[in-house]
């Protein structure tokens, strides 16, 4: 019995030198098109940003010296400072992000161990994505409404909550993000242990995740130092010197917003000089988040 091999089957076309000769130059070309405008386009956005910060540098050291950090704030021509706003923000960042974060950790933490494609788990998913998302004066308005308008005025307090309920959607999406890097084998392994589950949890799944944990918060807090919508309807400011979470106080982005737009050369250049407190302070935390998850990786 005979088989004859490569029975039924057609060999294509031929393949045409010119055409593909011609085909390979067109996609060079698109490639270089494309290459080009990237490049441009980086360019334009690094000169933009370069622009920025070059200005920022140039107007805010000009305004820089240590009495924007002995002094508070006065009226023009009094020569003040920026210790209250400074010593406020510094307030109420760090409560908001002292409540904020245990409460996004538990969250992504369920999210990730305890709720992997249940319907709860994907509606919570869901809110937290909408609250990320969610432009930073809704939330003020929120706060505003639950916690000044019923308590009869502004508060250090309204304002850590309203900075604590943006730093909760960024730590749940870390937490759930790193501990989803896991191996389920890890997990398997130590259950396998006779370990309990919020023991493999904290012990184990924490531990391995910590590093990325820590860089969701770090930018967090650079988020919420840069906040101005939210601490206008909850803390309002305070141009004397106060502590009292209870009663108005001063921050600096708010205090940049109200001296920024005055007619005042000293308020204005005090304003440059709190704008690149603040874009210093954001960029060491970013520097800082980087090399905590280049050190992980």
């Known amino acids: 019995m005979s088989i004859t091999i490569g029975a039924g089957i057609h060999p294509g076309p031929r393949k045409d030198l010119k055409v593909a000769a011609a085909l390979g130059r067109r996609r ?10 990237g490049l441009v386009a980086m360019l334009v956005g690094l000169a933009f940003l370069a622009s920025i910060l070059l200005t920022l540098a140039y107007r805010g050291s000009e305004a820089m010296g240590l009495s924007i950090f002995t002094r508070v704030t006065a009226p023009p021509g009094s020569e003040g400072g920026l210790l209250n706003p400074i010593v406020g923000s510094l307030i109420q960042a760090a409560l908001g992000t002292a409540i904020g974060t245990p409460v996004g950790m538990l969250v992504g933490t369920y999210l990730a161990e305890y709720a992997r494609g249940s319907k709860f788990g994907n509606l919570v998913r869901f809110v937290s994505d909408i609250l990320l998302s969610a432009p930073s004066i809704l939330i003020g308005l929120f706060v505003y409404t639950i916690l000044v308008m019923p308590f009869g005025g502004f508060s250090g307090w309204a304002g850590v909550a309203a900075l604590a309920i943006i730093v909760i959607p960024v730590v749940v999406r870390t937490t759930e993000d790193m501990l989803s890097l896991i191996p389920n084998t890890l997990r398997e392994a130590v259950i396998g242990l006779g370990a309990p589950k919020w023991k493999m949890i904290v012990f184990v799944c924490w531990k391995s995740a910590m590093s990325g944990i820590i860089t969701g918060i770090l930018l967090a807090v650079a988020r ?31 205090t940049i917003y109200a001296y920024a737009g005055s007619p005042f050369e000293d308020w204005i250049g005090l304003a440059w000089a709190g704008a690149l407190l603040i874009t210093l302070g954001v960029l060491g935390l970013n520097i800082l988040a980087r090399s905590v998850l280049r050190g992980r990786k």
């Not at 939210?230 to 108005?248: H, I, Y």
């Open 28 to 37: 060079r070309r698109m490639d270089a098109i494309v290459r080009i405008l």
């Open 224 to 254: 919420v130092a840069g906040e101005t919508a939210p601490l206008l309807f909850t803390s309002l400011g305070n141009n004397a010197w106060s502590v009292d979470l209870t009663k108005p106080m001063a921050s600096l982005p708010v």
